[in-house]
């Protein structure tokens, strides 16, 4: 009995750690928006890569918190894998931050409220 409840643990301990490639538990259950990195611009300014779960992957966006207490949002990648670090680097010179996560660059440029995606593509923040 007690060596079929530790292989049925096994299995289930396996099965966790294998489907945490796709999706993290806590992020299927809660359904709550993650954020991955932050990073302050300017006084009062700041911003975020976060991920939500989205059925089938992460909807993973970018989001620029205004002083006036208002929020940005430029939609990068509607069916992302788990991003669980990313860097983001502040370009002050361009006035953009660039944001490195799971193999991708991007560089949102904060003054025209542009998120580049590396591809060629821009996405615009609203």
């Given at each position: 009995?007690?060596?079929a409840v530790v292989i049925v643990i096994t299995v289930f301990g396996l099965l966790v750690l294998w489907g945490s490639r796709f999706v993290w538990i806590?992020?299927?259950?809660?359904?709550?928006?993650?954020v991955?990195?932050?990073?302050p611009i300017r006084p009062g300014e700041s911003?975020?890569?976060?991920?939500?779960?989205?059925?089938?992957?992460?909807?993973?966006?970018?989001?620029?918190?205004?002083?006036?207490?208002?929020?940005?949002y430029a939609f990068g990648d509607?069916?992302?894998r788990k991003a669980w670090k990313c860097r983001l680097d502040h370009q002050t010179n361009l006035a953009c931050v660039r944001i490195r996560f799971n193999?991708?660059?991007w560089r949102y440029y904060y003054n025209l409220h542009s998120?580049?995606?590396?591809?060629?593509?821009?996405v615009d923040a609203e």
């Open positions: 009995m007690r060596l806590p992020d299927l259950v809660s359904g709550k928006e993650v991955v990195g932050s990073l911003i975020e890569l976060t991920q939500v779960w989205a059925g089938d992957g992460y909807l993973t966006r970018l989001r620029h918190k205004l002083s006036s207490g208002r929020s940005l509607p069916d992302s193999g991708k660059d998120l580049s995606l590396g591809t060629g593509q821009s």
